[in-house]
């Protein structure tokens, strides 16, 4: 994400003619990870001491290590996408975007 143009990670021509390609894109400078702010978070489930607490600080925290881990394929790469590890934070805090939340690969 320091690079200022595309960088090409992955190119192969295919035996039609055409080809495929993986890019790394700079991030525009209007992104939000860019944004100025205050340091404090917005915290909108917060919860005080005690229990759940305790409960929801082990949950959130799995949740983060899955985002992570699935926005860089399990820490091979380093250029990642900030918004699709906050997507992926989402789907690892309140499951995907199912009826239940759940996965169910589609049979063949």
């Known amino acids: ?37 205050e340091n404090e978070p917005p915290s909108p489930l917060r919860v ?15 949740a983060a290590r899955y985002a992570i ?8 790469e380093t250029d990642f996408d900030p ?3 906050v997507q992926n934070f989402i789907v690892g805090l309140l499951g995907y975007h199912t009826a239940d939340g759940c996965y169910r690969p589609t049979v063949r």
């Open 69 to 76: 881990r699935a926005s860089t394929m399990n820490g091979k």
């Open 48 to 62: 005080g001491l005690g229990d759940e607490r305790t409960r929801l600080i082990a949950a959130v925290r799995e």
């Open 1 to 37: 994400m320091s690079h200022d143009h595309p960088k090409e990670d992955w190119c192969v021509r295919l035996p039609d003619g055409s080809a495929a390609a993986v890019l790394s894109l700079p991030l525009p400078k209007t992104h939000w990870i860019y944004a100025e702010h």
């Open 83 to 85: 918004d699709a590890m």
